[in-house]
């Protein structure tokens, strides 16, 4: 392929596999997987060691008033609590899988915003 055309990278959407795909030179991505994973209540959070997976129907999390990931900026996460969209996804309501999948993409994207961003500055 001409060095100047860009490259799609089709299906990969875990974080550390767009990084895998940035530093083989891949320039666009995209992925079913942060909808698909919301759906079932299953979000991306920030840890120290970078985003990780968790399921929002965790126990843990049934009485826990705080944002959805404090790491995010979103809409669902300024205005929702794990327990409020753990209690969504526990009882089946809809509007759970569809939050959920707002705050994936919105992080994906975001993830991948920085990337670009760091690519530039370097
Ligand atoms: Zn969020």
Not at 11 to 33: K, Q, S, Y
Not at 103 to 120: D, G, P
Request: proline letters at 3%.
């Amino acid at each position: 392929m001409p060095e100047e055309k860009p490259r799609h990278l089709l299906g990969i959407g875990e974080p550390e596999d767009i990084m895998d795909g940035v530093r083989l030179g891949c320039d666009t991505f995209d992925c079913v997987a942060p909808t698909r994973i919301g759906r079932t209540g299953t979000i991306y959070i920030h840890t120290q060691e970078g985003i990780r997976k968790t399921s929002i129907k965790k126990s843990e999390y049934a009485r826990d008033f705080s944002k959805l990931d404090e790491g995010c900026d979103c809409m669902v996460c300024q205005r929702y609590t794990k327990a409020y969209v753990s209690h969504l996804v526990r009882s089946g309501e809809i509007l759970g899988g569809h939050l959920c999948s707002i705050h994936n993409l919105y992080t994906i994207v975001n993830f991948t915003k920085q990337l670009r961003e760091s690519i530039l500055r370097s």
